[in-house]
């Protein structure tokens, strides 16, 4: 396992779990309009998931020997509702792409709590990429 490289991208992926953790409970914290609660409550939600899934790529990173980034990828909230999903939509990829990577980078026989952490969270970014899809108009 190219070790150096795993550790990036766990930090790299936790300063985006980070990012989106504020953005989505910003976002549910200031939309307006009719969808305002339910897509409020959607939101909030899922900043808990992102939080957790913070939780889990620190908890990697310790058990590799490293030290967890405390570091936050760019917050842009957006102001209306379209907007919002968009960003969300956009960063959503990012972080698959990112998981996808680590994916082909960690071998199972290596470490399968990291490989399936990796699995678990990925599976849960593509679910919110398919809700988000959804939630768009
Ligand atoms: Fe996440
Ligand atoms: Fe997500």
Redesign the pocket.
């Known amino acids: 396992m190219d070790r150096k490289k795993v550790v990036k991208l766990l930090n790299q992926a936790l300063t985006l779990e980070l990012a989106?953790y504020i953005r989505y409970s910003t976002q549910a914290a200031v939309l307006t309009g009719p969808y305002s609660v339910t897509i409020g409550d959607k939101l909030k939600q899922?900043a808990a998931?992102?939080l957790r899934h913070a939780d889990l790529l620190r908890d990697r990173l310790v058990a590799l020997g490293e030290r967890p980034t405390t570091e936050v990828a760019d917050v842009d909230v957006g102001n209306k509702l379209k907007k919002m999903l968009e960003i969300n939509i956009n960063v959503?990829r990012k972080?698959v792409e990112i998981y996808k990577l680590l994916m082909r980078l960690v071998p199972k026989d290596e470490s399968i709590v990291l490989y399936e952490t990796v699995e678990d969270i990925l599976c849960?970014?593509e679910k919110?990429l398919e809700d988000l899809d959804r939630l768009i108009e």
């Open positions: 989106t899922m998931e992102e959503e972080a849960e970014e919110d």
